[in-house]
């Protein structure tokens, strides 16, 4: 019969009682159980010898105390972590019988109250064969003579220990095969798997019944231990590894220790297919000792078995915090991905507003009609004024902007090119005038770009001038750090930051896909060539093709050259596939160097703005100063009715010429003249400020920027005396010059690198003939006039002439010792010759040469010190 306790209070006691957390513990056996013939079994079953003990449970007034008992047993045995067999009694263990991931629900409830509840309500499921219990009981057929004292769940398992009694006559071998058979004819499918069905084996070892977190794994780890105390287990071959557990269900793979594993105690890795099988065997055939006979050795070998871990949430975190070099170029190359399928499409777009200047106000309607009615207004007068008064200099440059508007008309894969020196208008011509009807122009100034402190700066200025956004500059600076945190933990560079270079043409040619668009976008399949491709039909409509300009061309390209040479490959690509016009605007010479790499045999279409003419220069001082007087009376008008006095304008010519025609500083002149100077005062003002500037940023500076330059203090001044005595200098003249050609600063020891530098610094300017240079020049009128006025300084001339003659002393005795060495190396020969004396001749003339040079120059630095001696 049943035990009362396992059948009358099945549904809630038993489940709430094992759903209780097991404490780990050892498991114990007791003697081997009895062998006795199978036929008498079978013969047993057949005639329900044993009929009586499994039916229906009879009120029984030992009952309760029967029930207390066993509850005393389960606590010992959760206490004590082995079941008590006693004689007549095995135990089977019942696969299949809860769903394996009910452990993680309830893990989480640690009190009895809870659990208890939680499976009360299980156990009281209406639809029968759901009832876990009720499956056990299905499981055991009625006519088996067997009597079950305790059932034992295992929810991490999925099954559940079932402690049995029987007669002294059978063997619980055979009753494991009887069952086995009868749940193979009569399979008993639980609803959470369908598919399979319970199965039940014979514990042939001592099962643990640890509730550690260790949960089911189809790879078991099979250690060899001894079975007595100071005995030495013997290592399983695969062989009886398998004859062990091929009973519990296919196996996959048995790997064995590694030959050379100096690990204790021994094991070996068995693998099933199915986790299910793995779970029967670990329950079965822990603590089973193999005996001698199946090679055990003479004291046997017991087997304890653990489940592999699995490899989990954290386990796979570990990994990929062990594989950095691996995994952090993926996650790099996937935020890439990810950045480019969502921002870029966002980008584009508005590129695309800035070109098209969607979010401009003078593009709007009111403003257009603002402009239009401007006339009604009172300050209609000073505007029409001051457009005749932009009109004299456009008229000056009219053949310069009728060439660019038909450049800019005709199909062209090249570069147009705008130079001049720096204030003689560029901007203004090519913006203003030359493409005052082109609505799709995009200025971008590399000025502000490539003088930005740092890569950010920098990023987010190119930016910003092309429409680029959102743009997360500031993104970089973290991907850099967590770069350098990963290399220096790891030795291996994450790729999370982006160079400047990769960042740089990231953002010029998501630019070059929004031009493409606008490009394309006044096409219309109504147009006779509309049904052409794209390229035909954007080199066939130059006229619809947005410009870029780039203004500022080369401006410190010494120090950003990657930044030109990207947007020069760029605008390439532009021109080469039509998709739009590039304008470039320069002050500096050598502009020729990077576009000709960025597109090579080509004669760029190229213009050059000088200064303006004296009659021009004069009619637009003379057109600014009235308009300025004008607007200045009409202010006064309204306020007092007086009105202002004209300016003085005697000498305005000698002014110009003084000046030149840098529309600067012709505006800086008019101002001047306008707040009430005369020319003079305020030619002498302009042009004592330009000294002061040369004398700071060239003769005395000091510091870090004066390490920088490539050129030195003796070469400056060198230029500003000849060319305050002569307009021009030749240039291979300066360049034989002591001071260029044998200079003893290390910056400045490159002399034609010098002179260019000073060239791109204007404050010279080369001229060139035939494609050599030729002349040197002032960079303009004023620093001629600025040159002449630092001469007068008497101090400063000795001052610098006296840093200059320094200099040239310390060539000189270069010269010197390196004479003496050569004299000194003919001198150490073990006899002169007659080959060498005109060499030792030759060395002592130039020795007395750079020997009297020196006299001299010690003479005018003498002359140098009592100027400054008797300086005030």
Known sequence: MYTRVRLAAMAARPLARASTPLRPCLVSRSRALRRINHTALQQAIAGRACASTIAAPSPDPVAPAAEDATENTISEEKDTGHFEVKDNEAILFFDNIFPLKIINVLRRNESDTELADLMRRFDSSRLGIMDPIRLVKMAIPEDMPIKVTEILPRFKDGGAFVKFRYSSELDPADIESTLKKRLKEKPLKPWFNPFRGIQARLVRGTPWLEDLHRYPSSVLRVEFVPAEVGKTPETLPEEVLYSVFRRYGKIADIIPQSADSKEIPKYANIGFPLLRDAIMARNCAHGYVVPESQGGGAAGTMLRIAYVKRVKGHNIWNWITSHPRIVFPIIAALLAGFSVLIFDPIRQFFIRLHIQHSFNFSESRLYKWFQSHRQSFSFSGRREQWDNLSGVIWNHRLDVISQLREWLDVTSDNFIVVTGPRGSGKVEIVMKKALENRRDVVLIDCKPIVEARGESSMIGRLASAVGYRPVFSWANSASSMIDLAVQSTTGVKAGFSETLESQVTKILYTAAS???????????????????????????????????????????????????????????????????????????????????????DRVFRTVSLGDLDHGVAKKYIMGRIQ?????????????????????????????????????????????????????????????????????????????????????????????????????????????????????????????????????????????SDRGHPRLITAGKPLQQAAFARMINDRVLVAKMDLAQENELAKIEAKKIAAAENELSLLGSLPRQTSESAGRIQYLLVQIDTSQRKIEDLDKQMAACKKVLSEEV
């Open 627 to 767: 308009n300025e007087r004008e607007a200045a009376e009409e202010r006064k008008e309204k306020e007092d009715d007086n009105k202002t006095g004209a300016p003085n304008l005697r000498g305005l010519d000698t002014a110009i010429e003084t000046l030149g025609g840098r529309l600067v500083d012709l505006e800086s002149l008019a101002r001047r003249i306008q707040a009430g100077m005369s020319p003079r005062d305020a030619t002498d003002e302009i042009v004592t400020e330009s000294a002061v500037d040369i004398v700071k940023m060239f003769l005395l500076s000091k510091g870090s920027d004066a390490a920088e330059k490539k050129w030195s203090t003796a070469q400056v001044w060198h230029l500003v005396k000849g060319l305050a005595k002569d307009s021009s200098l030749i240039y291979n003249q300066v360049l034989l010059s002591p001071t260029f050609s044998s200079s003893t600063s290390s910056s400045a020891s490159d002399g034609e690198a010098a002179l260019e530098s000073l060239a791109a610094a204007e404050l010279i300017s080369i001229r």
């Open 514 to 600: 929004a031009l493409k668009d606008v490009a394309l976008s006044g096409r219309s399949s109504k147009e006779k060539d509309g049904s052409s491709s794209e390229d035909a039909w954007l080199e066939a409509h130059p006229e619809r093709r947005p410009v870029i300009v780039i203004d500022n061309f080369l401006h410190k390209s010494d120090e950003q050259g990657i930044i030109y040479d990207k947007i020069s490959e760029w605008a390439a690509s532009l021109v080469q596939n039509h998709v739009a016009q590039v304008i470039f605007l320069t002050s500096e010479n050598a502009y020729s160097k990077p576009l000709t790499r960025a597109l090579p």
